[in-house]
């Protein structure tokens, strides 16, 4: 019966999608205030809904009802409980129905909390909202509906895939989920006001919370993702340019270049139509991930759905939403008014700067995602496109970025003076010269680049910090005086310094671990030794053991340090017997910010085995880097004040004392 | 019942959601004017640029400038609600709205239910499957609860006995003696479970008699001298090992006095005269299956079917050829070997009882309809 009724709250959702995709937005075209009200009530009910649903698929996930085909096929009544819960998106249609329930999470947020918006917005905003949600509980419905049933049922299910039996991977596809599906409710905002032919102050002030929101789930998704990677699959590697994640990754950057021009939006009344164009190509690019990872059009670890029918109908979707929104962004975009006018060298123009390159860095993922599909598609060839390609596009794209980032939060709105800001970051110059010597000195002049590298990274980091000096103004209001500032600093500004602090961070993890890693793929004979980076890696032996759903051959191995044992590390090769699955897990140990990674390979018959052994130097910083960014949107997000930019007072009138570093 | 209850609680409650908004009458006051909401913005921006002032974060001439911005953009948005609007109502609209929510809602989302779900299954969950009535479940279904006792109760040797001949059964001949041998170590003896053991054993070795099985079998003689199984498999055994001699003597020795209607006999007399030893005087019977065989015969897998009717039709072939028949014993061969598609079998078969009748002319008719009814000979 709960599946059942679970079965009926979706089909009736579909049947509300309908109503909610049509009345409100008629309504709001005829200016109909009843019609329009029925979206806030309709939007909050479908979230009720769906959750009963999703509440009745887990309910039969955790009594292990195999009647129903989703749960037979995706678990096991052995399975560790927490397994049979995350078990529940651990699949194609669960993960559908958790993206449908968040997505109508969102729209009824918007209805709570949007009862101070012009009623028109509301009701468009939702309305597409609900267009969006009817495709998707359509494509459920129609080709993939988690609650078909088996009339008897069998008596064990399938087990669920086991390198999905990880707590890494259980919480990332609900964090990037959110990530995506944020950017469905600036998608559905930037179309009702293409379809209202307005652009509302209260719309500005909305896109810039949901965007920080959705952005940080993104970001901590992909963070996720990314760490998963690095421990799970052996390679030593933290980030392949995979599709995959290529397509986690560019509704990211578009996501970061909307956040960017949302704030002048917000406080400039400019760059409106942009902003509109990059929601809707944010949340294009987030539909066309999931097409990528949903319809199986790639073969990779992540894609365990793959059914051509699925990958049709998800491919109309996707081009009825895209090609949709853009023609009515081609027809009504010139309706829309025009704001604010700034000079070049402004905080606008810092930002338009950032978008450009942010956008032209999405461009060139997108192209090294698709060119290999297209060209498998029409020439039948395989090539992969991988680390060269987006070596030589995506980082020199961001190269200039993150030379340009600390100077865009200390330029004044409207117009701005270079020289007054350059001024202010004397000290963030200073630091990042030094941390380029001492890199010299440490690891000495065979790579020019990377020192560089580090000394950009740091660059990126001292700016975040001079940002906060030189708002709170220590040395001219007194210490005292300077600490109260500090707290009043507002949210906003907070958030900015940290999350380029936390970008700073996450480019010197990166160039660290990569320039300076030590690695060594050797068989080794138990009781030989490695040396790299000052630690003694000893190899003792290998002995099976025996796991709850697995068995492991595991290795044991001795890390010391000038003679002392600072650490013992067991990596391992699982096989997972039900499924004969096997996997890998590497053995790591955290000195610092630094790891020291091991993962094995082919035994051999005479009891030596194939071993990597890396020393990955600040690696961890790649993704506590992402975790600041995402404290960073936080802050920013706690921001409620409304916000409005104006331009410095002429600078003849008040003449710009000058912030000469302390340092 | 409870489930329609439920269905029709939620599908009242989205009725409502549309139909409670529509019911409300239009807002008094049109503050919630777009403009106005405008302007309303605009308002408390200017109330926070005033806060701001008074806690020191910002300095007069910042606030001066924000102040400025602020006002252009109310002023702006105050010129854009001059031409304000007002809400047009339709009594047309409305109503369909209603109608809507009141018909077409609860029909769609019924009728597609209808067609995607399954309205009148239960939950089937772990626990409840585990524990239903047996006679509602099938044998997957029982064979799992009993397993799921065996693995909590290993020492519950009356388990294993029920489980082993439902192994056997559904082709798990492995299981089936793991199974026998627990109830044997935890039971004790008997012939019957150590001539079983020994079967499993022996179909699990694709039907050769190994050392485990014969142990088995030669226990289970031990324990009942005269049991027939044991001594079926064993003397299969001996035949297997090339001891023909001791083959042919155990064959005869089990077949002197049996009841050839007994399904294993046949079978026993074809392994006999493969070896090249003489049928022994049986006990009397009807030629043929009798109703055990056939009952037996169609439960049996169809494989099982198959080998079991070649036995008895080889078995049937070698008797009429040393020791002849009645006409209509003739015809049932021929009719078994046009069955099993061995059309050679049944001309030959044909040939033999013309031969066998020569001069009884109303056996040789018989015979001769007989074959023309089977399609040996053309119907002239």
């Known amino acids: 019966m709960i599946v059942e009724l679970g079965h009926y709250a979706l089909v009736l959702t579909f049947a509300l999608t309908l109503i909610q995709s049509t009345v409100p937005l008629w309504g709001a075209v005829r200016e109909d205030d009843r019609l329009m009200a029925i979206a806030p009530p309709v939007s909050i009910a479908m979230f009720f809904l769906v959750l009963i649903s999703f509440a009745a698929l887990t309910i039969a996930y955790v009594t292990s009802d195999f009647s129903v085909v989703n749960v037979w096929e995706n678990s096991h009544s052995a399975k560790p409980m927490l397994f049979k819960i995350t078990g529940v998106w651990g699949n194609h249609e669960g993960s559908l129905l958790l993206w449908v329930l968040i997505l109508v999470f969102f729209g009824a947020l918007v209805a709570y909390f949007g009862s101070n918006m012009p009623s028109p917005l509301r009701a468009a905003t939702l309305a597409v909202q609900g267009w969006v949600t009817a495709g998707f509980v359509l494509f459920m419905l129609a080709t993939s509906n988690p609650f078909n049933r088996i009339p008897s049922a069998p008596i064990e299910g399938n087990d669920l895939n086991p390198i999905l039996q990880d707590i890494g991977l259980a919480i990332h596809p609900p964090l990037l989920y959110v990530g995506y599906v944020g950017f469905s409710i600036t998608f559905s905002f930037a179309v009702a006001a293409l379809i209202l032919g307005r652009i509302d102050a209260a719309w500005a002030r909305w896109v810039r919370p949901w965007t920080l929101l959705a952005w940080a789930f993104l970001t901590l998704g992909i963070a996720m993702g990314s760490y998963w990677a690095y421990y799970e699959l052996g390679w030593g590697g933290w980030w392949f340019w995979d599709p995959v994640e290529n397509a986690s990754f560019m509704p990211w950057l578009a996501g970061t270049a909307l956040l960017h021009s949302a704030i002048v939006m917000e406080k400039r009344d400019a760059l409106k139509v942009w902003t509109v164009l990059l929601a809707i190509f944010t949340f294009s690019l987030s539909l066309l991930g999931t097409f990528l990872v949903r319809s199986g059009v790639l073969t990779s670890v992540h894609a365990f759905a793959t059914d051509p029918a699925r990958g049709v109908f998800i491919l109309v979707l996707l081009c009825l939403f895209i090609g949709g929104s853009l023609s009515l962004y081609a027809w009504r975009a010139p309706l829309l008014k025009q704001g604010g006018l700034f000079s070049p060298i402004s905080r606008e123009g810092a930002l338009v700067l950032n978008n450009l390159f942010l956008s032209a860095a999405t461009a060139a993922v997108l192209v090294g995602t698709l060119y290999p599909l297209a060209l498998d598609a029409i020439t039948g060839e395989k090539i992969s496109v991988g680390e060269p390609f987006f ?273 | 019942m409870i489930l329609w209850i439920l269905i029709a609680a939620m599908t009242a409650a989205a009725a409502l959601s549309i139909l409670v908004p529509l019911a409300h009458t239009r807002a008094e006051e049109p503050a919630e004017d777009v403009q106005t909401a405008d302007e309303a913005v605009y308002r408390q921006q200017l109330e926070e640029v005033e806060r701001d002032l008074d806690r020191g974060l910002i300095d007069p001439a910042a606030a001066e400038a924000a102040r400025t911005e602020i006002a252009r953009r109310l002023l702006a948005a105050h010129e854009r609600g001059q031409n304000g609007r007002k809400s047009a109502e339709s009594k047309s609209s409305l109503r369909t709205a209603q109608v809507i929510a009141v018909a077409v809602l609860p029909m769609f989302a019924l009728g597609l239910y209808l067609f995607l779900g399954a309205p009148g299954m239960p939950d089937q969950p772990l626990s409840a499957r585990m524990t239903a009535p047996a006679e509602d479940q099938s044998v997957d279904v029982l064979v799992a609860r009993v397993e799921k006792h065996l693995a909590e109760n290993p020492e519950d040797g009356q388990g294993w006995v029920v489980v082993a001949p439902v192994y056997m059964q559904l082709g798990k001949p492995e299981q089936a003696a793991q199974a026998y041998a627990n109830a044997i170590r935890l039971l004790g003896r008997r012939d019957d479970w150590e001539a079983n053991l020994g079967e499993a054993l022996t179909v699990a070795n694709d039907g050769i008699v190994n050392v485990a099985a014969r142990e088995a079998f030669e226990r289970a003689i031990a324990l009942e001298p005269e049991a027939i199984k044991p001594r079926f498999f064993l003397a299969l055994a001996l035949g297997q090992e090339g001891k023909t001699e001791a083959a042919i003597a155990a064959w005869q020795d089990l077949l002197e006095g049996a009841d050839p209607r007994e399904a294993w006999v046949a079978s026993a007399v074809s392994s006999l005269e493969r070896l090249g030893g003489t049928v022994p005087e049986m006990g009397d019977g009807l030629r043929g299956p009798d109703q055990e065989q056939m009952a037996a015969a169609s439960q049996m897998m169809p494989e099982d079917r198959q080998q079991m009717i070649e036995g008895m039709v080889a078995g049937l072939d070698a008797r009429l050829k040393s020791d002849g028949g009645s006409a209509d014993e003739w015809a049932q061969l021929m009719r078994a070997q046009v069955v099993l598609g061995n059309e050679d079998a049944a001309r030959e078969a044909f040939e033999l009882a013309q031969a066998a009748f020569e001069g009884d002319e109303e056996a040789l008719a018989s015979i001769n309809d007989a074959a023309r009814e089977f399609g040996i000979i053309k119907s002239n």
């Open chain 1, 391 to 663: 070596n030589l596009t995506f980082g020199p794209l961001m190269v200039p970025l993150l030379m340009a980032i600390p100077f865009g939060p200390v330029l004044a709105w409207k117009r701005g003076d270079l020289l007054a800001a350059a001024e202010r970051l004397y000290a963030g110059f200073g630091i990042a010269i030094l941390a380029v010597l001492f890199t010299f000195w440490l690891w000495g002049m065979e790579r020019v680049l990377a020192p560089i590298g580090v000394g950009l990274g740091v660059w990126v980091m001292a700016g975040a910090i001079c940002e906060i000096w030189t708002r709170v103004k220590p040395r001219e209001v007194g210490l005292k005086r300077a600490f109260e500032r500090l707290k009043g600093l507002p949210g906003a500004a907070w958030g900015t310094a940290t999350a380029h602090f936390g970008v700073g961070v996450t480019v010197l993890g990166i160039v660290t671990a990569s320039a300076f890693q030590d690695e060594y793929v050797q068989t080794m004979k138990p009781g030989d030794t490695v040396n790299l980076s000052g630690y003694a890696v000893t190899f003792d032996g290998v002995a099976p053991r025996r796991g709850a759903n697995f068995i492991e051959d595991v290795g044991h191995f001795t890390v010391r340090q000038s003679g002392v044992v600072i650490a013992e590390m067991e990596p391992s090769k699982r096989l997972y017997t039900a499924r004969q699955f096997p996997t890998t897990e590497a053995g790591i140990h955290t000195v610092g910010f630094s790891q020291i990674y091991l993962s094995m390979g082919e035994g051999r018959p005479n009891g030596a085995i194939d071993v990597r052994v890396y020393f990955k130097p600040l690696v961890t910083l790649i993704w506590i880097g992402c975790v600041i960014m995402a404290i960073g949107a936080v802050f920013s997000m706690a921001d409620r004040r409304l916000r409005v930019g104006a331009p410095k007072p002429s600078a003849k009138r008040s003449p710009q004392p000058s912030a000469t570093p302390a340092e």
